[in-house]
């Protein structure tokens, strides 16, 4: 059905020193989920680029990444060839600014570290974005989420946005189950708390339908 589809997964790791490093709390499985959803079907060959995480697919291509520069590099050598781009990977919003080549000793009670801005890597997928190409991306949100979504929905020139609630009912991150928001221009759709491998299959049957209208 598409020529190739590109799917990044998993979270990014940005070093610190040869110990320490920067990270979230992402599991990759849904990323894990998509890409075997799209395999199933038989939707088109799939480029999968992860960061670190133990939920590697089978028979697709796995490029992997540890930094959000490294998958920023992947993305662009991928992207324009891609009909269909799920940036499902949680990409550090920030890395440390100086990489310390020997381990950071201790030395007080505090320790400040200066960070700097990592690239935004669907912003400019968004901005390049060429007709007929599905980009859908993922937000994980507190607080106002829906203002917050049609926010990112617009600005980053997305399709379709996944959108988790983080709450205590709803933890999210290394849970087989979650509940999200499926945010359309035309609308916003509630998916009931469901494996993440159900949930998969509903973000593939709104690409589908998406995909037919562009």
Sequence with gaps: MFDRILITSGPTLEPIDPVRFLSNRSSGKTGFHLAGEARARRLGPVTFITGPTAHIPSQVEVIQVESAQEMRAAVKAHCRQADVIIMAAAVSDYRS??????KMKKSGDRLSLELVKNPDILLEL??????????????????DIFVHAQKKLLAKNLDLLVLNEISELNPVFGCEENQVYLVRRDGVR????????????????DIIDLAGHL
């Design 97 to 102: 600014l100086k990489y310390y080549p020997d």
């Design 126 to 143: 968004g901005r390049e974005k060429r007709p007929g190409q599905v980009l859908v991306g993922f937000a994980a949100e507190t607080e």
């Design 190 to 205: 509630k998916i009931e708390r469901m494996s993440k491998a159900g949930i998969a299959a509903l973000v593939w049957d």
